[in-house]
């Protein structure tokens, strides 16, 4: 299967733009000496490249954030003594280490912060924030709470309303409600939190619900981001077959939408394109998959995820062996260009570690076990190549060179770094299978 992963495309987008796009700028550069490491001098903080660096002096000094954090704990929960941008800060700081009680405090100030400035666009932070905090951590059960807690409110004479925002303090039980006019926003919030709400149905299996939720929102606009939903949510329940035609159709609509700009068209087909080579894969149409690889290599020659993908289809079902390895050696090598290009200071120069995992199952299947050994080994020393399939690959190199007890230690560590996805999870039964055949 094509490790589309390795390529993120989020489905329906993270809101919380601040920490991805502002605060990611921010920590491509150095923090000034005199960042605000403190409670007050982050209530101070104006501006996203200060927040950033902030936030990136926080996440270096790990030791100085438990601090804050613990200082700045109490505050978050009295509501008033604790801005928004200090609060933001301390959430994305406190989700960074894993302390989700924290992050929730901080992220439920924010959002209490951006309805007494009746911002939109901080609303969308704040509960685009929370929400992915919960769904990252695989809490659905929260977050389909959290996004109902903000659909179908009663109004004190029992009529049902909708309403752009409603906040419940878990602590008090006291519900602060604010309709669609309280805010000047171009972003419907409400679209968004069913999108979220569909996602974490799925996620915990109740994928009939999903679609009556999603079939209503469909019903209510025609927006591509829905459609898109649609084929996600087939694909996430192994509907394969139904997946790829929601993903056909809405490609289709996509080229002449206009009701978007050229440069999103351009965007979500190509975007959706990439996606629905994955699930030929899924359907093991593997010679469909590789034709809209191929396709999508005719725009972007040198894209490295392009050249990978392909060249590793091709080398997981023993096709076109030379030819791939020449395509996964230019993603490399195109991907050594970009981050050079970047002149990242935080970059530490190493080889993409899926990309190298590819070369080295390629070089596994032409029986260059040597060569192979040695990528896979260098793919593992990446942080984000921690992963049950490379294990997988490197224990099977390691079997053919006659090492059976080091490739039975590599598929046990592969074991520790299973997702909950569809695919870790059939590689999982796989590698169980392989343990009990060469395990002593």
Not at 94 to 101: H, Q, R, S
Not at 265 to 270: L, N, Y
């Amino acid at each position: 299967m094509a490790r589309i992963a390795r390529r993120r495309f989020v489905v329906l987008g993270l809101v919380a733009s601040f920490a991805i796009a502002s605060l990611a700028t921010g920590w491509a550069q150095s923090a000034p000496d005199k960042t605000p490491r403190d409670v007050a001098g982050l209530n101070n903080i104006t501006g996203s490249e200060p927040a950033s660096n902030s936030l990136k002096a926080l996440l270096d000094d790990k030791d100085k954030a438990k601090s804050v954090i613990a200082q700045a704990l109490p505050l978050a929960k009295e509501k008033e003594q604790l801005r928004y941008n200090a609060s933001l800060i301390l959430a994305l700081t406190a989700a960074e280490m894993k302390d989700l009680p924290a992050s929730e405090a901080f992220f439920r100030n924010c959002i209490h912060q951006a309805v007494k400035l009746q911002s939109a666009s901080k609303l969308l932070q704040s509960f685009g924030g929370l929400i992915e905090i919960y769904f990252e951590n695989k809490k659905y059960d929260e977050t389909a709470k959290l996004c109902q807690e903000l659909i179908n409110l009663k109004t004190d004479d029992g009529k049902e309303r909708i309403v752009l925002f409603a906040y419940t303090d878990k602590r008090t039980g006291e519900t602060e409600f604010y309709e669609n006019d309280s805010f000047n926003t171009t972003e419907p919030l409400l679209p968004y939190i069913f999108r979220q709400q569909v996602q974490a149905m799925a996620k915990q299996g109740k994928y009939e619900q999903a679609h009556r939720v999603l079939d209503n929102l469909l019903k209510q606009g025609d927006d591509w981001r829905d459609r898109q939903l649609k084929g996600w949510l087939y694909r996430e329940a192994g509907e394969f077959d139904k997946a790829a035609a929601a993903y056909i159709d809405l490609i289709d609509s996509l080229k002449n939408d206009r009701k978007i700009t050229a440069k999103e068209r351009d965007f979500a087909v190509e975007r959706n394109q990439y996606i629905l080579s994955n699930i030929y894969v899924d359907l093991k149409q593997v010679d469909k998959s590789a034709e809209m690889l191929q396709e999508l290599l005719k725009a972007k020659p040198n894209d490295p995820g392009y050249n990978n993908d392909l060249g590793y289809i091709w080398a997981d079902h023993d096709m076109n062996l030379d030819q791939a390895e020449k395509l996964v050696r230019k993603a490399l090598e195109e991907d050594r260009k970009r981050r050079k290009a970047d002149n990242d200071p935080e970059d530490d120069l190493k080889d993409n570690g899926a990309y190298l995992d590819s070369l080295g199952w390629v070089l596994f299947k032409k029986k260059d076990y040597k060569q192979a050994k040695k990528y896979l080994l260098e793919a593992l020393d990446d942080k984000n190549s921690q992963h049950i399939e490379i294990y997988d690959h490197l224990a099977d190199v390691l079997l053919a060179l006659g090492e059976r007890q080091a490739a039975v230690e590599a598929w046990r560590k592969g074991l520790e770094h299973v997702t909950e996805t569809r695919r870790d999870q059939d590689r999982k039964k796989r590698v169980e299978e392989k343990l009990k055949l060469n395990a002593k």
